[in-house]
C-alpha cells in the first residue's frame, strides 16, 4: 500500500468518525429535547455509587431543586428520612445496578420537605 493510499484511507475514516459524532451529537440533542419536554415525569439518572447525573425540568417542577442544586448529589435527598434509616436508598441503587432499573411505589421528598406519594422507575 502506497503512502498516498494510507492518507486516503486516513482522511476517509476521520471523514467518517465526524459524521458519527455529529449524529451522536444531534441524538443526544433530542434527547435531551424530549426529557425537558416531560414535565408530569420526574426523569433523573444517577451512576452506581448513588450520584445524581442527571436531572430532568420534571424533575425540577416535582421535587423543586433544580438540575445544578442536584447533580452530583446522593439519590438518598429524595428519600423519607425513615427509608435512609431502613437501608432503602442502598436497596434501591443495588437492584438498579443489578438489573439495570429500579421500581418503586414509596414517599418521597421534595425540597420544602413536604412528602409526597409517587410510583417510580
Same mark, same amino acid.
Given at each position: 500500500?502506497?503512502?498516498?493510499? =494510507?492518507?486516503?484511507?486516513?482522511?476517509? =475514516? *476521520?471523514?467518517?468518525?465526524?459524521?458519527?459524532?455529529?449524529?451522536?451529537?444531534?441524538?443526544?440533542?433530542?434527547?435531551?429535547?424530549? #426529557?425537558?419536554?416531560?414535565?408530569?415525569?420526574?426523569?433523573?439518572?444517577?451512576?452506581?455509587?448513588?450520584?445524581?447525573?442527571?436531572?430532568?425540568?420534571?424533575?425540577?417542577?416535582?421535587?423543586?431543586?433544580?438540575? @445544578?442544586?442536584? #447533580?452530583?448529589?446522593?439519590?438518598?435527598?429524595?428519600?423519607?428520612? @425513615?427509608?435512609?434509616?431502613?437501608?432503602?436508598?442502598? *436497596?434501591?441503587?443495588?437492584?438498579?445496578?443489578?438489573?439495570?432499573?429500579?421500581?418503586?411505589?414509596?414517599?418521597?421528598?421534595?425540597?420544602?420537605?413536604?412528602?409526597?406519594?409517587?410510583?417510580?422507575?
Amino acid at each position: 500500500m502506497s503512502l498516498h493510499d =494510507l492518507s486516503a484511507q486516513v482522511t476517509s =475514516l *476521520r471523514n467518517e468518525v465526524a459524521q458519527l459524532q455529529e449524529q451522536l451529537s444531534r441524538s443526544q440533542q433530542h434527547n435531551r429535547l424530549v #426529557l425537558d419536554s416531560a414535565f408530569d415525569y420526574a426523569v433523573i439518572t444517577a451512576d452506581a455509587s448513588g450520584r445524581i447525573t442527571d436531572w430532568s425540568e420534571g424533575a425540577f417542577l416535582i421535587f423543586g431543586w433544580n438540575k @445544578e442544586e442536584m #447533580l452530583g448529589q446522593s439519590l438518598q435527598q429524595i428519600f423519607t428520612p @425513615e427509608d435512609r434509616a431502613d437501608g432503602v436508598p442502598e *436497596r434501591e441503587i443495588g437492584g438498579a445496578v443489578s438489573r439495570g432499573r429500579a421500581d418503586d411505589d414509596r414517599w418521597h421528598l421534595r425540597a420544602d420537605g413536604q412528602r409526597f406519594w409517587a410510583s417510580g422507575v
